[in-house]
């Protein structure tokens, strides 16, 4: 008799996710290591159009995880992604032609555009932003060349 699961598939994102969520929490001690947010957009953004709603879940769950651990409001990177995909990257998507040019404007608008959208949000709702160090400029770079292998 064979024993197998219905859903193999469903399987690998949710192990996915629990080592990102073992990677966040030592990003929160370990300043050197990147948040991997833009990352975790450019997986969302080629992920979604695709029919396994699983990953899709996963990724949510990575983004919810994320905010956890930066203090952000909830839900936040998920309405700066819509925002992003459906407005802005669409039209960038349009005019550039170069592979690497797209990707490290998609990694400088993640960072740089969730920074401001966070920042408008906490003016919004009169709470504290979220902090931005000295860190960025390296999580860029380093997020630029993760995104670039993909």
């Known amino acids: 008799?064979?024993?197998?699961?219905a859903y193999p598939f469903a399987l690998n994102p949710l192990v996915a996710l629990a080592i990102f969520a073992i990677?966040?929490?030592?990003?929160?001690?370990?300043?050197?290591l990147p948040p991997m947010l833009s990352v975790l957009f450019f997986m969302l953004y080629h992920q979604s159009d695709r029919s396994r709603y699983i990953e899709l879940v996963a990724l949510y769950g990575a983004l919810?995880?994320?905010?956890?651990q930066s203090g952000a409001?909830?839900?936040s990177t998920i309405l700066f992604y819509h925002i992003v995909v459906r407005n802005v990257y669409s039209v960038i998507e349009q005019h550039l032609r170069c592979k690497w040019c797209k990707r490290?404007?998609?990694?400088?608008?993640?960072?740089?555009?969730?920074?401001?959208?966070s920042l408008l949000l906490s003016s919004l709702f009169l709470l504290d932003g979220i902090a931005i160090g000295r860190y960025l400029l390296y999580y860029i770079f380093v997020e630029f060349l993760i995104v670039g292998m993909l």
């Open 1 to 5: 008799m064979q024993r197998s699961i």
């Open 23 to 32: 990677y966040e929490a030592l990003c929160g001690i370990y300043l050197f």
């Open 64 to 68: 919810l995880l994320f905010e956890a």
């Open 73 to 75: 409001l909830f839900l």
């Open 104 to 117: 490290l404007l998609f990694v400088m608008l993640v960072y740089l555009g969730y920074a401001l959208f």
